[in-house]
């Protein structure tokens, strides 16, 4: 039996781990933070998340269908997307966009997707080792020293390590020390943010099925998300630059008060108090983006999601991407017979090319968000009515290709670049 130790639980980590132990892995996984299926969150834990509202597209829909979670059991974690809503001047420009594959796509609550992810695993007999520390990896041993959660120490060996522990990933951090001409680069973008979460989205006249964007009027000072989940919450992305008059770091009343009046004045005085007052109270958290030249160390460990290719959350991918990853592994795992030494040098080929692809797109989209034109939304016009009109000749539309379709990355950015081609007047969509 194949032994897999997966440093990070989160969803990547816990979809390859249900992956593998349907393949007959015995499956360990090293996890930072507390057991989601124990109810043992703080209110102020669960409002305080990275991302407590997530959008899964159709590609991340199959992914986790493939993996054996009844379609019901996903959908009783989010909430259908049937369009886009762009806040603009107080009024809403509304993209209404049409599934092509039968799928629509889902406004997740994170927390619940979890649980779900967790509970499928922990019935196929995979391990956890929850509020577990990794203090180092032995790629050329395959093994990995833990901090367990009584302070003991103990090291856990396989025959394959996957880094699926994000952004900061102490399995990529060995193999930048240990595997020569690795190329890693970081860079940060010039706006973070904060997850708000205001009750009663219906009453606050948010529609479901539609994921709302603010800040396209603010010259780019300014861009926010919103969506609803399961409960009947709407969650908010709120980003900022990290210094300034008006920043993630403003705790000024009276600045905040003004900003939430001008760019969320449709709301009850008192609902944009509360808003005020999570942004005060809530940690900040960074965009970054993470490029590594190779997502593997021969046959012996491989990277996931975030720890190989972390964006910003400016198209709506990186879950999507990580939770193909996982799908992907799996297919080249039968595929290959579970040869590693063949099986991960073709996941870095494959995907690499894929990761490039999408943060290229996502980085483009950042930077049309910060800096936008009311032309655009004439541009996002006219494309879809071109291509109504000559689908033959004319590429189609890029959000709803998205969201609602499981196109390769780099397809899309050929479709992107084809558009720009076609009209010159800089990015369609």
């Not at 049937?82 to 049409?98: N, P």
């Not at 994000?166 to 020390?177: E, I, L, N, T």
């Not at 009209?423 to 969509?429: A, C, T």
């Amino acid at each position: 039996m194949h032994k897999a130790i997966i440093v990070g639980g989160g969803l990547a980590g816990s979809l390859t781990a249900i992956y593998l132990a349907r393949r007959g892995y015995d499956v360990r996984v090293v996890e930072r933070r507390r057991d989601p299926l124990q109810n043992t969150f703080s209110a102020l834990e669960m409002t305080s998340s990275r991302a407590i509202g997530v959008s899964m597209n159709v590609r991340g829909i199959k992914a986790v269908l493939q993996a054996g979670i009844e379609p019901q059991e996903l959908n009783r974690c989010g909430e259908p997307i049937a369009g886009m809503a762009f806040s603009v001047g107080g009024k809403y420009r509304i993209r209404e966009l049409t599934p092509s594959e039968g799928i629509s796509p889902l406004s997740l609550d994170r927390l619940a997707f979890q649980r779900l992810l967790n509970k499928h695993a922990a019935l196929l007999g995979v391990k956890y080792h929850f509020e577990s520390k990794c203090l180092g990896v032995d790629l050329e041993k395959k093994s990995v020293l833990v901090q367990e959660n009584d302070g003991g120490v103990q090291r856990h060996q396989g025959d394959l390590i996957i880094g699926a522990d994000g952004a900061h990933s102490a399995v990529r951090q060995s193999m930048q020390s240990g595997l020569r001409r690795f190329e890693f680069k970081q860079t940060f973008f010039r706006h973070g943010y904060k997850t708000l979460v205001l009750t009663n989205a219906a009453e606050l006249g948010y529609r479901k099925d539609l994921l709302y964007f603010f800040g396209m009027d603010s010259k780019g000072l300014f861009a926010g998300r919103a969506a609803t989940i399961p409960g009947d919450s709407i969650s908010f992305a709120i980003c900022l630059p990290y210094t300034g008059a008006l920043s993630l770091a403003t705790q000024d009343g009276d600045t905040l008060r003004a900003f939430f009046n001008h760019y969320f004045g449709g709301l009850p005085p008192a609902r944009r108090q509360e808003m005020l007052e999570q942004f005060m109270t809530l940690p900040s958290n960074d965009l970054v983006n993470v490029r590594s030249s190779t997502f593997h160390y021969r046959g012996n460990a491989v990277l996931m999601g975030d720890a190989a290719h972390a964006t910003a959350p400016f198209m709506g991918q990186g879950m999507n991407m990580a939770l193909e990853d996982a799908y992907v592994f799996s297919t080249l795992l039968d595929k290959h017979a579970h040869d590693l030494e063949v099986v991960l040098p073709e996941f870095t080929r494959q995907r690499k090319v894929q990761a490039d692809a999408m943060q290229d797109m996502s980085i483009a989209n950042y930077e049309m968000l910060s800096n936008p034109r009311f032309i655009f939304f004439l541009r996002a016009q006219y494309a879809r009515y071109m291509h109504q009109k000559f689908p033959s000749l004319y590429p189609p539309d890029m959000a709803e290709k998205l969201y609602f379709d499981s196109v390769p990355y780099d397809e899309l950015q050929r479709i992107q670049r084809k558009q720009n081609v076609w009209y010159k007047l800089g990015r369609m969509n």
